[in-house]
């Protein structure tokens, strides 16, 4: 199949399975959502099974698949003759092995982009059987129709293999061990981990979601008054790859989506208003969710202070790839109201409208 049908398969396959799980949950009484088989495990497994190939095997395209031109011309320096030297001297210690191995051992880059296809999809699946075990396919769903999980899939696939492997850390928070070399393996697929990372760490230790909230709004102050101070500031943390996410000045085909966003603020605002009045107005009491909300939030504050950077996307990326899971939690793994289940559609459908929105209308 040509690379430029590849999205809107895609999104045509996860509209039509969310429409049709969404109305099974729709026939189905207050409160039997966490006592049901919601997951059907099976559909999920073969879905993932499906896309993993799908995806994988996708034709080598940089027009449609940008960074798959890129990724090509590295993995062929090592085809065609460099010797691989595993080497920690590199900005993603675990990546930049894995590929240069696979091209000095002659294996079909086709082998190497399956196995990246297999580590976010199935790892991402894992996660939401972890965290919604009786509602795994809902969970792996709405994660499908997330805004960005399509182009981390294809084309920015160091990023979200890591965010793949980060969801399973969220998801294994309570073993300590498990977490920490989960954190670490996803660190080493992508140096931006560092900042979901922190956050998860500082919400280890204190989730005060009242904290939280006015520490987001002071962010989305600076923000909107066009503070570029922090910019500068994470830059010297940095590599320079790095720095360039944070330049004003780079000039890129996605330079347009810098800037102050109300659509991206508005987008990451939602499970954040929505999680604070739970826990805060409604006093629902969840350890886990508290602990995912705070992290979310605070990964979140970092796309504000960098708002104005040349690749705001990917930096916003580094909060939104726990958004699908925090916005779903309340609604599947908590009980605070007999409105919930209805709410529950609109939610999922609301969610993948944006991206299809975003997608069909505003980028086309």
Known sequence: MSAQYYQPVYLLIVTVLTYFVCRWYNEKVIGDIGRTKASHSLLALLLATFLILFIGFRPLSGMY???MAGYNLNYMVFYYGNPFFFTWDTENYLFDNIL?????NLISIDWFFLLIAFIYFGLMLWACWKIFPKDTLLAFLVYLGAFSTFSYGTNGIKAGAAASIFLLALAYRKNKILAVVLLWISLGFHHSMLAPIAAYIVASFYR???YYLWGWLLCLLLAAGHVTFFMGLFS???DEHGANYLSTEVEDAVRNVSGFRPDFILYSA???F????????KGIESETYNFLWCTY???NCMFLLCTYGSFINRIAYLSWLMLPIVLLYPFVNISWGKGQQRYLHYVVYGHLFFTLFMQFVYYA
Request: hydrophobic share 50%; no cysteine.
């Open 236 to 238: 010297g943390f940095t």
């Open 100 to 104: 240069p191995w696979f091209g000095a």
């Open 297 to 299: 939030t605070l990964t």
């Open 65 to 67: 698949f940008v960074d």
């Open 270 to 272: 939602v499970p954040i």
């Open 274 to 281: 929505f999680g604070y009045w739970l826990m805060v107005k």
């Open 208 to 210: 005060k979601p009242k």
